[in-house]
């Protein structure tokens, strides 16, 4: 499992997911759409909503969600099942 985080060096949401990810020794990859507008318009193609803004999550091709989901999936106490989607 490879987890991708699409974030923007901006924004401050990403850092609880990244911590989380570390905490639980996940490998991810994080892409700074910050750095790129492809990367910007990769990621909204994916998630399929050509507003979404940072972070967005994927496991491998499959799309876990935003900030909120994942703040939703700790708020449940199921994290893990917010990645494994």
Sequence with gaps: ??????????KQHQQEIFQF???????YFAVDISQSP???????KKVGNPSAMPPQV???????GDYQKFFEAV???????FFKQ
């Design 1 to 10: 499992m490879t987890i991708t985080v699409y974030f923007s060096s901006v």
């Design 21 to 27: 990810l570390e905490s639980k020794k996940f490998k």
């Design 38 to 44: 492809d990367k910007k318009e990769e990621m909204r």
């Design 58 to 64: 994927f496991n491998e091709d499959k799309y876990c």
């Design 75 to 81: 708020e449940d106490g199921k994290p893990e099942a």
